[in-house]
Nanobody
Framework: QVQLVESGGGLVQAGGSLRLACAASGRSFSTYAMGWFRQAPGKEREIVAAITWSARSIYYTDSVRGRFTASRDNAKNTVYLQMNSLKPEDTAVYYC????????????????WGQGTQVTVSS
């Protein structure tokens, strides 16, 4: 069992930055791939980034590549999402999730989910 708690969301102006954190509790965090997803109002939840347990492989969706950076600190049981050059279209609830797989990009492959943190980017 893995419990996930996101933090770091908030209101920021376009062009600004935020750093999300996802703290995990439970056993075997370091063996899970971690994903960041987001869901904007009226839209389906989509993957933003995914990172393997070793952080050697990281996936980014096209719309955030070059602006967002995923990382993890297995010693702290925490995964991060550094978001730079934020745009109004990045406004969404951001979720972290854990998967006992290599680098899944489908939400159905993720086993554990956090409660989400709101990110709002004003124009």
């Amino acid at each position: 069992q893995v419990q996930l708690v996101e933090s770091g969301g908030g209101l920021v102006q376009a062009g600004g930055s935020l750093r999300l954190a996802c703290a995990a509790s439970g056993r075997s965090f370091s063996t899970y791939a971690m994903g960041w997803f987001r869901q904007a109002p009226g839209k389906e939840r989509e993957i933003v980034a995914a990172i393997t347990w070793s952080a050697r492989s990281i996936y980014y969706t096209d719309s955030v590549r070059g602006r967002f950076t995923a990382s993890r600190d297995n010693a702290k049981n925490t995964v991060y999402l550094q978001m730079n050059s934020l745009k109004p279209e990045d406004t969404a609830v951001y979720y972290c999730a854990a998967a006992p797989a290599y680098l899944p990009v489908k939400q159905d492959d993720y086993q554990y989910w956090g409660q989400g943190t709101q990110v709002t980017v004003s124009s």
